[in-house]
T-cell receptor
Framework: NAGVTQTPKFQVLKTGQSMTLQCAQDMNHEYMSWYRQDPGMGLRLIHYSVGAGITDQGEVPNGYNVSRSTTEDFPLRLLSAAPSQTSVYFCASSTTSGRAWSYNEQFFGPGTRLTVL | AQTVTQSQPEMSVQEAETVTLSCTYD???????LFWYKQPPSRQMILVIRQEAYKQQNATENRFSVNFQKAAKSFSLKISDSQLGDAAMYFC??????????FGAGTRLTVKP
């Protein structure tokens, strides 16, 4: 199993450009999520999905769009990049099986470092 | 809103010694979950240990254990017999349900040989 993969690893954008961060998992996990990590702030949840066709907002959703057309993929779109979106982005996934699946381990991808100039 | 506070930005420990990392959180919920994640220089987030709030018994995973004090809303991580490979950022995290997970700002642990 490759686990959770993210592409690209690094990206530099100019203000106003758009791009999509890719995330894929091969563990057949229902739950997938996107976080951003800023210096001194830990990780913050951007968007999440509990299955194909279902997405919802997390703590910091503004400026980002997501869709979930398949179980495996959960892309994150920046429609008009801003310098405030300079960050490291992590995708994570977990199963939803079990009584208390919020307790299930989340598996993280290696991250994408995004710089917006 | 739930917040997670890690009051120690940096900690250091001598190899083979024991170190405790602090974490407090704020919540009005009675049922929730707590986690410690490790992030080495590779940037990969790795689950170290987790605790269900309704369980009074402290979780243990090999050299890693927690001191969970529900009334005090405290969830500290103890690393015994520290190894050079334990050097990393450690993040405490809180989760109430499927749509949220809150992380602390992290503690950078240095292990001295």
């Amino acid at each position: 199993n490759a686990g959770v993969t993210q592409t690209p690893k690094f990206q530099v954008l100019k203000t106003g450009q758009s791009m999509t961060l890719q995330c894929a998992q091969d563990m057949n996990h229902e739950y997938m999520s996107w976080y951003r990590q800023d210096p001194g702030m830990g990780l913050r949840l951007i968007h999440y999905s509990v299955g194909a066709g279902i997405t919802d907002q997390g703590e910091v959703p503004n400026g980002y769009n997501v869709s979930r057309s398949t179980t495996e993929d959960f892309p994150l779109r920046l429609l008009s990049a801003a310098p405030s979106q300079t960050s490291v982005y992590f995708c994570a996934s977990s199963t939803t099986s079990g009584r208390a699946w919020s307790y299930n381990e989340q598996f993280f991808g290696p991250g994408t470092r995004l710089t917006v100039l | 809103a739930q917040t997670v506070t890690q009051s120690q930005p940096e900690m250091s420990v001598q190899e083979a010694e024991t170190v405790t990392l602090s974490c407090t959180y704020d919540t009005s919920e009675s049922d929730y979950y707590l986690f410690w994640y490790k992030q080495p220089p590779s940037r990969q987030m790795i689950l170290v240990i987790r605790q269900e709030a309704y369980k009074q018994q402290n979780a243990t995973e090999n050299r890693f254990s927690v001191n969970f004090q529900k009334a005090a809303k405290s969830f500290s991580l103890k690393i015994s017999d520290s190894q050079l490979g334990d050097a990393a950022m450690y993040f405490c995290a809180y989760r109430h349900n499927n749509n949220d997970m809150r992380f602390g700002a992290g503690t950078r642990l240095t292990v001295k040989p």
